[in-house]
C-alpha cells in the first residue's frame, strides 16, 4: 500500500557506519508533500554530549528527569515507549512547522519503503475519503477507507482487489478509529505472510485473502499523442525507480524519432533528490539543477550528472503542471524552465522551497523530520510558498488524462491540449462555456455579484 514523498545520490545502507563519535547513515534526499513530505539530507544519530553547552546539557538533564520520575513513580499505569513518543511529539509540534513532525519506528520505516518505491505488502494505494471524496481522518461512518489503484501484477490484483472497494476490517478486526498511518501498519508484512481484507463493494460484503509479496511502485506512464507526433510521460512520484524508468519511456520516444515531449507532473508530490537530479540530466547538459540555501546564507549547487540522452535543444518539451505540483516536480519543472528547455502549461504550482533532514533515532523509536534549509532553481530564485508560474496558464477542464487508464481521453484533458497545440504550433483552445458563464439573452437582467 501506497500512502497518498552525504551525497543526495545514494540511499541509505540498512546497517550504520561510524564516523567519529557518532553513528551516520548514509544519506539520502527526498522532496515530497502530504502525508510523506520529506526532504532528505545528512542523517546524524546519537554522538556524545561533548562540545554542549551548559544551557543545551542542562535541558537533556530535566527532559531525562522528567522522563524517569514519570516511569518510576506515576500512581498509575504507563507505557514508556508511549511517554517517550508523547515527548518527542511534542517538542516537534512546537516549532509549528507544517514538515516538521516526528514519525514512530513503524512509520519511519514504511516511508522509507515508499521513498524506495518497493516495499512488502499488498500493493494496493488507499486513502480515507468522506462522502464528498475529500480526505478525513480517522476511519468512521463518515470516514472510510476507499481503495484508489491496485498495482498492476500486485497480489492485490491477484487477489481480486478492485479500486473503488471500501476496506472495513484486517484480520477480522475493524478499522474504525484508525488512521492511515495505522493501516499500513495492520496491511503490510512480510512476503509469503497473509493477510484478510475485509470489504464492501456495490452494498455486498465480502473477505479476500491475498499473500503479501515484494511490490515495485509504479510511477512513470508513457504513451503517443497526436498520431505518434508526441511523446508523454507522467511521473507520479519520484521514488527509487522512477529515474530509470523515465529514461526507459524516454529512450523509446526518441528512438522513434519523436521531437516533441510532454512531460506531466501534475499531482505530483514530489520524491527522492537523486531522482529528479537524473531526470533533470537528461535534458540539461551543465550547471546546476537546483541550489540549497542554508541558515548561514551559505549556497550549494547541486548540478547535472553531465550524461544526458536528450540534451539536444532541438527536443522541444512542454511540461504539465498544476497546485498539487510539489518540491521534487517544481525542482525538476523549474530547472526545465530556467534552462530554457520546457515551457511549463497549467496552473501555478504548490510552492515547498523547504529542505527537511531525516533523523532515525537510536532504540527502535523511530524517528525525525526537520527542516533545515531552503532550495532554490537553478536560477536561485525561492519558490517557497509562491511557487511556479507557468508559461501558459489553463485552468483544469474535463478529466485529466491517464496514461494507464485504457478508457482515458486526451481531447478531454484542456490543458493536455492545449499542450499538444503549443508542440504543434496550432492555436491553442479555449474553454467550453458553461451554461452560467454565458451571455444573457437579449432583455434578461445582468447576472447579480
Same mark, same amino acid.
Given at each position: 500500500? *501506497? ?78 515507549? +508511549? ?50 471524496? +475529500? ?10 477507507? +476507499? ?36 493501516? #499500513? ?55 527509487? @525507480? ?66 544526458? #540522452? ?11 503542471? @498544476? ?35 531525516? @533523523? ?22 525561492? #519558490?517557497?510558498?509562491?511557487?511556479? *508560474? ?39 483552445? *479555449?474553454? +467550453?462555456? *458553461? ?15
Amino acid at each position: 500500500m *501506497s500512502v497518498p514523498p552525504g551525497s543526495p545520490d545514494q540511499l541509505p545502507e540498512p546497517e550504520p557506519q561510524r564516523e567519529g563519535g557518532s553513528v551516520a547513515l548514509t544519506a539520502i534526499v527526498l522532496l515530497a508533500l502530504g502525508a510523506g513530505a520529506v526532504f532528505w539530507a545528512g542523517l546524524t544519530l546519537g554522538g556524545s554530549t561533548t562540545g554542549r553547552d551548559a544551557q543545551e546539557q542542562a535541558a537533556i538533564e530535566a527532559f531525562t528527569q522528567a522522563y524517569r520520575s514519570i516511569a518510576d513513580d506515576f500512581i498509575g499505569a504507563t507505557v514508556p515507549e +508511549q511517554v517517550l513518543e508523547g515527548a518527542l511529539e511534542g517538542m516537534v509540534e512546537t516549532l509549528d512547522d507544517p514538515y516538521s513532525d516526528y514519525m514512530s519506528a513503524a512509520e519511519f520505516d514504511a516511508r522509507l519503503d515508499d521513498a524506495y518505491g518497493e516495499f512488502e505488502g499488498v500493493g494496493a494505494e488507499m486513502d480515507t475519503v468522506d462522502v464528498d471524496g +475529500q480526505p478525513c481522518e480517522p476511519i468512521e461512518d463518515e470516514c472510510q477507507l +476507499q481503495v484508489m489503484r491496485v498495482i498492476d501484477g500486485a497480489p492485490a490484483q491477484d487477489a481480486g482487489l478492485l479500486a473503488g472497494d471500501i476496506v472495513v476490517s484486517v484480520d477480522d478486526t475493524s478499522l474504525e478509529g484508525n488512521t492511515i498511518g495505522d493501516v #499500513i501498519e495492520l496491511i503490510r508484512g512480510p512476503r509469503g505472510s497473509e493477510v484478510e481484507l475485509g470489504l464492501e463493494r456495490a452494498g455486498e460484503e465480502l473477505a479476500i485473502a491475498i499473500t503479501r509479496d515484494t511490490v515495485a511502485l509504479d510511477d512513470v506512464f508513457g504513451a503517443t499523442l497526436a498520431d505518434g507526433a508526441i511523446g508523454y510521460v507522467a511521473i507520479d512520484n519520484f521514488t527509487g @525507480n522512477a529515474a530509470a524508468d523515465f529514461e526507459d519511456e524516454l529512450e523509446t520516444h526518441l528512438e522513434a524519432g519523436i521531437d516533441q515531449l510532454i512531460i506531466d507532473v501534475r499531482d505530483d508530490p514530489g520524491g527522492l533528490v537523486d531522482a529528479t537530479v537524473e531526470i533533470s540530466s537528461q535534458f540539461i547538459e551543465d550547471g546546476a539543477v537546483f541550489w540549497e540555501e542554508y541558515a548561514d546564507g551559505s549556497l550549494i549547487s547541486v548540478d547535472v550528472t553531465g550524461d544526458g #540522452i536528450a540534451t539536444d535543444p532541438e527536443l522541444d518539451i512542454v511540461m504539465l503542471v @498544476n497546485g498539487g505540483s510539489a518540491s521534487a516536480s517544481e525542482i525538476l519543472a523549474g530547472a526545465l524552465q530556467d534552462a530554457g528547455r520546457a515551457r511549463l502549461v497549467g496552473e501555478v504550482t504548490f510552492g515547498k522551497g523547504s529542505v527537511q533532514e531525516w @533523523n532515525e533515532l537510536p532504540g527502535d523509536t523511530g524517528g525525525l523530520r526537520l527542516s533545515v534549509a531552503r532550495w532554490l532553481t537553478r536560477d536561485q530564485n525561492s #519558490i517557497d510558498g509562491v511557487g511556479l *508560474s507557468p508559461d501558459v496558464l489553463v485552468e483544469p477542464e474535463g478529466a485529466r488524462f491517464r496514461a494507464d487508464d485504457p478508457t482515458a481521453d486526451p481531447a478531454a484533458d484542456l490543458q493536455l491540449q492545449t499542450a499538444i497545440a503549443l508542440l504543434l504550433d496550432e492555436p491553442l483552445p *479555449s474553454p +467550453q462555456p *458553461s451554461p452560467s458563464s454565458s451571455l444573457p439573452a437579449e432583455g434578461s437582467p445582468e447576472p447579480s455579484s
